[in-house]
């Protein structure tokens, strides 16, 4: 084994630091329900949550073909490219981010730089047809090992199942917010084999997700509940409401726990809608899933 592939498999080694806290709130109080967030933003400040988990068995695809040379997509302010900035400088591989849109300096790639990732900007056209892109770039590379946006695919999702790994099994729902759709489909599939009871529900935080509906569907995990709700995405992707920051804003005053505006606020925002329109029952257990991305909110805190 050489140094680099015992690097790699650390990560499936390493003790991650998840824990499972309870929030307490009046409504949830007058509406005799629980409400837990297990603490996945806390595994790694730049390999935040769902990002760690996906990156596990891809980091290892990568290192078995031989490939230690990463290249990704995400937008300007990606939790991704982060992630996979920071776990190339980590865990010992070159790494390329292709940046949609015109080049733009802010934290987020910043941070990507300082951890030595090279940034390569793309017209929105362009963006659009990723595969193309790599070829484009890489095709003459062996070493190049293509990473879908956001992580997505198989192995992102079996990496996000582990999420649930050891948790009791009595939480009536496990609310998580969806993207590109990777997680909630990892969490689907290891309700799915371990015959959890809860419902997986997904708040989608994009416009327009019907197709993320369909993509769960043809898989087929025929014996999980699951569910998602399209009603949460406060105007589309990464936009944001007066109501929703003003509700950001109390939730970390109240509980110390700071959640994006892009993923995560949009989340509990709509487990308290939902619970004030008397959507859980009495005794509801609820899990809601932090999947990290608290650095992308520095550009709205000031
Ligand atoms: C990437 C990300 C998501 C979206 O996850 P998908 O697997 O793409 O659905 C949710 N929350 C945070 C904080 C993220 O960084």
């Known amino acids: 084994m050489d140094e680099g592939l015992s690097k790699t498999d650390i990560m499936f080694t390493e003790h991650l630091y998840a824990p499972i806290e309870q929030v307490h709130f009046d409504l949830f109080k007058e509406k005799q329900i ?21 990156l596990k068995y891809i980091l290892q695809d990568a290192r078995y073909k031989n490939k230690n040379h990463l290249v990704t997509f995400g937008g300007a302010y990606s939790n991704h490219l982060l992630a996979v900035a920071c776990a190339g400088a980590k865990y010992n591989y070159k790494t390329t981010g292709l940046v949609r849109g015109e080049e733009v300096n802010n ?10 990732m090279k940034l390569i900007f793309v017209d929105r056209e362009s963006y659009r047809n990723k595969t193309k892109l790599f070829d484009e770039y890489f095709s003459e590379n062996n070493e190049a090992y293509y990473i879908n946006e956001g992580g997505a695919g198989e192995l992102g999702a079996k990496g996000c199942g582990e999420i649930l790994n050891g948790i009791e099994n009595d939480y009536s729902h496990v609310f998580c917010s969806v993207g590109t759709g990777c997680t909630i489909e990892g969490l689907i599939n290891y309700a799915n084999e371990n015959k959890l009871h809860s419902s997986i529900e997904g708040v ?28 949460f995405h406060e105007g589309g992707y990464a936009k944001t409401t007066p109501e929703l920051l003003a509700f950001i804003q109390n939730f970390a005053a109240q509980t110390g726990i700071l959640i994006d505006q892009v993923y995560e606020g949009k989340m509990m925002k709509a487990i308290f809608t939902l619970a004030e329109e008397n959507y859980f029952k009495k005794g509801s257990k609820i ?10 909110m520095l550009s709205i805190v000031n």
Do not use: S
Not at 35 to 42: A, H, P, S, T
Not at 107 to 116: P, S
């Open 107 to 116: 934290h987020m790639l910043g941070l990507c730089k300082w951890f030595g």
């Open 287 to 296: 899990l809601a899933i932090h999947c990290g991305g608290t650095l992308g």
């Open 34 to 54: 629980e409400v837990y967030i297990k603490r996945e933003d806390l595994i790694h400040p730049f390999i935040a949550g769902n990002k760690w988990r996906k």
């Open 204 to 231: 989608v935080v994009l416009k327009g997700g019907d197709f993320l509906q369909k993509q769960i569907e043809e898989k087929n995990f025929n014996e999980a509940n699951w569910r998602l709700h399209q009603n």
